[in-house]
């Protein structure tokens, strides 16, 4: 079983940053994949990143790539999602969800192959 809590997202004005993070509990952390997911008004849960278990690989969706940025810290037991130059079309709910004992390289893309889910995060990006 594994645990997951995002951190407060917030309201950030267009162009501006924000650092969503993810704290597990649970089984080993160093085992999972992480990924982020968001879920806009009206619209169906989309993904947003990934990162393999030993982070070496990472994958985004092309809305935002050079703007996004996954990590993690296995001695932490933390993912973490660097949001930069924000905009109003990435307001949504973010999730972040883990995917036990995948392949190393592993950087799952759909929602049905992640295995846990956090209870999600707002961001509101403001124009």
């Known amino acids: 079983q594994v645990h997951l809590v995002e951190s407060v997202g917030g309201l950030v004005q267009a162009g501006g940053s924000l650092r969503l993070s993810c704290a597990a509990s649970?089984?080993?952390?160093?085992?999972?994949?992480m990924g982020w997911f968001r879920q806009a008004p009206g619209k169906e849960r989309e993904f947003v990143a990934a990162?393999?278990?030993?982070?070496?690989?990472?994958y985004y969706t092309d809305s935002v790539k050079g703007r996004f940025t996954i990590s993690r810290d296995n001695a932490k037991k933390t993912a973490l999602l660097q949001m930069n130059s924000l905009k109003p079309e990435d307001t949504a709910v973010y999730y972040c969800?883990?995917?036990?004992?995948?392949?190393?390289?592993?950087?799952?893309?759909?929602?049905?192959?992640?295995?846990?889910w956090g209870q999600g995060t707002q961001v509101t990006v403001s124009s």
């Open positions: 969800a883990a995917k036990v004992a995948p392949t190393v390289a592993s950087t799952p893309y759909y929602s049905n192959e992640y295995d846990y």
């Open positions: 649970g089984r080993a952390f160093s085992s999972c994949a």
């Open positions: 990162i393999s278990r030993s982070g070496i690989r990472t």
